[in-house]
């Protein structure tokens, strides 16, 4: 009597309501979830308890590659179920859009790794609390992963917030890549191939290594007389003469190697602009669209205005090899912990006041050399 109750009762469930139910079930713990726990789980939310019908669900979902089993190691053990990649996710997404999945810290730390931060940077936490605090931002990242967001996000600096010194950047490297091409007859490169090494040494490591400047040139732009990568290589793109602002119909050669180091030097300027506000910029970015749509909250709208505020102040370096933090990360952290005290997300810093999540966080990341 009793199961031919539990039956009916399920019957009148909604499409999907107990497989939504299992990945909730899975997604509220940080480890692998026993396979009893999830019949307890269905139980207690939808009095559903009959074991063939409860496994039918699972595997079903691991089917659609939802969920994943984790087979017990010795055998009498029970079955293990957990969600631990991204495609894992894209499928909830698309299966069960009625699961916010950014509410979930596992979901979250899926993304995270995806993206490669990790818990040694700073960087983790505040992404941690974006994430939290956009469905929007997170659901984007799940379907685009890391480089073409990164590649987006430099696309929409360029040519919106920056687009000015963006169409001068483009019209030199154009008016040197011409230059080039009339007056070093041995100069093949196509003009894709020259752009890419310009924007190639506006990265450290290669500007300060003159062999790789050289086999920068020899293998993607021969044919260049050896004077370009040795004054890029001394001059750091530092201390350049200036070049006048109407850009002439044509460069000279006796003027070339001016040109090109003033452009290094507008790009390079250029990405350390970027790099500084491209965290701001992806994030704002998000709020806007959820303006848009209805989806904005005022938490969110506060943490945009609150880390403006804060990255007009002096920056360090949040990279996990020599965390040094300064007024900015600072601050960010700080707010961190007001959002992480507010909604216990990431669990090992919830504690009971604002003060002493902050208090933990400078704590857990002094471990990481941290310098104040």
């Known amino acids: 009597m009793t199961k031919r109750m539990t039956k009916r009762k399920g019957e009148h469930l909604k499409h999907r309501e107990v497989k939504s139910s299992i990945i909730e079930c899975i997604l509220e713990r940080n480890e692998e979830v026993p396979e009893p726990d999830i019949r307890i789980y269905l139980k207690k939310k939808h009095n559903v308890e009959d074991q063939s019908t409860i496994n039918k669900h699972l595997h079903d979902l691991q089917k659609l590659d939802c969920i994943e089993l984790i087979p017990p190691v010795k055998n009498g053990l029970r079955n293990k179920w957990n969600i631990t990649t991204i495609k894992n996710l894209k499928n909830i997404r698309h299966g069960f859009s009625e699961l916010r999945l950014n509410n979930y810290e596992k979901a979250i730390n899926i993304i995270l790794r995806e993206l490669e931060y990790f818990d040694n940077s700073p960087d983790w936490l505040i992404y941690h609390v974006k994430f939290y605090l956009s469905a929007s931002f997170f659901n984007t990242c799940i379907e685009t992963g ?55 040494l506006r990265f450290e490591p290669v500007l300060s290594s003159l062999p790789l400047i050289f086999e920068l040139f020899k293998e993607h732009v021969p044919g260049l007389p050896e004077e370009i990568p040795l004054q890029i290589f001394q001059t750091q793109l530092s201390g350049t003469v200036e070049i006048p602002e109407k850009i002439p119909e044509e460069i000279d050669d006796e003027d070339l190697v001016k040109y090109v180091l003033n452009t290094l030097h507008l790009i390079r300027k250029q990405w350390k602009d970027f790099e500084s506000t491209h965290d701001d910029l992806l994030f704002e970015h998000f709020l806007n669209h959820d303006i848009l749509i209805g989806a904005d909250s005022d938490d969110q709208l506060y943490f945009v205005k609150k880390s403006k505020e804060n990255h007009v102040l002096p920056r360090g370096s949040t990279e996990p090899s020599q965390i040094i933090m300064k007024e900015a990360e600072l601050a960010d952290l700080k707010l961190a912990s007001e959002m992480i005290f507010k909604y216990k997300q990431p669990s090992r810093f919830s504690l009971n006041t604002v003060d002493e999540i902050y208090q933990a966080v400078l704590d857990y990341y002094s471990r990481w050399q941290v310098r104040l």
């Open 146 to 200: 890391k480089r073409p967001l990164e590649t987006a996000v430099v696309k929409l600096y360029r040519n919106s917030i920056d687009a000015p010194r963006q169409q001068r950047v483009d019209d030199l490297l154009k008016k040197c890549y011409i230059s080039c091409t009339k007056h070093y007859p041995d100069f093949k490169a196509p003009e894709e191939e020259f752009i890419g090494v310009m924007y190639t």
